[in-house]
């Protein structure tokens, strides 16, 4: 699976877009970039995914950049309860592949 | 939506015991099932691959003899961590393939402590 790098902590006011970024520079072909979050002492949440395309869904968006070598997930209202560690995953068609977790960011909402 | 049932969520045990911790796929079959493993302000870390009706397969540095992993049933796969020492305490995730075919479901976690 090809390495990620994303920055281990960031802080976003309530209310605010939070704007998590993330680069895999080694990222493959047929590998789509994944997004979950883990809320402290809990297992982790799907949020996201994309292989090419920007995406959205009722809980965020995923722009990747046009060579796919960095995406950001972008929460567009953060709220209290968003605050958790996230993680950017890239991995081949689920199923046919493990995740692996890197460090992640811990975001933190601010009041 | 895909529901992995884990349980239980806590656990002590004492030194030396075997601890069971299952996990359920509630709505859809998981031919294959993960088991992770976390420590304090660490990352996941993937133990092994549960594979429905034949052996797990673990990764570098997990003792397969001392994390059993039994995936019996399409909906069922179950990691006995045996003989446990406090070395062992940790938070265990499970997690499975959704229905959607792209996301995975995990469970809620066990924290286990062994005193």
């Known amino acids: 699976d090809a390495k990620t790098t994303q920055p281990p902590s960031m802080d976003c006011a309530e209310g605010r877009a939070a704007n998590l970024p993330c680069n895999h520079s080694?990222?493959?072909?047929?590998?789509?970039v994944y997004w979950y979050r883990q809320i402290h002492s809990q297992g982790p949440q799907y949020i996201i995914h994309g292989l090419k395309n920007n995406e959205t869904n009722e809980m965020a968006s995923l722009i990747i950049t046009e060579d796919r070598k960095s995406s950001t997930l972008i929460l567009p209202h953060a709220t209290l309860r968003d605050t958790a560690v996230y993680y950017c995953i890239v991995s081949a068609r689920a199923g046919a592949n493990n995740l692996f977790f890197g460090t992640g960011t811990r975001l933190t909402v601010i009041p | 939506g895909a529901v992995v049932s884990q349980h239980p969520s806590r656990v002590i045990c004492k030194s030396g015991t075997s601890v069971k911790i299952e996990c359920r796929s509630l709505d859809f079959q998981a031919t294959t099932m993960f088991w992770y493993r976390q420590f304090p302000k660490q990352s996941l870390m993937l133990m092994a691959t549960s594979n429905e009706g034949s052996k797990a397969t673990y990764e570098q540095g997990v003792e397969k003899d001392k994390f059993l992993i039994n995936h019996a049933s399409l909906t069922l796969s179950t990691l006995t961590v045996t003989s446990a020492h406090p070395e062992d305490s940790s938070f265990y995730i499970c997690s499975a393939q959704g229905q959607n075919n792209y996301g995975y479901t995990f469970g809620s976690g066990t924290r286990l402590t062994v005193v």
């Open positions: 080694t990222i493959s072909g047929n590998e789509y």
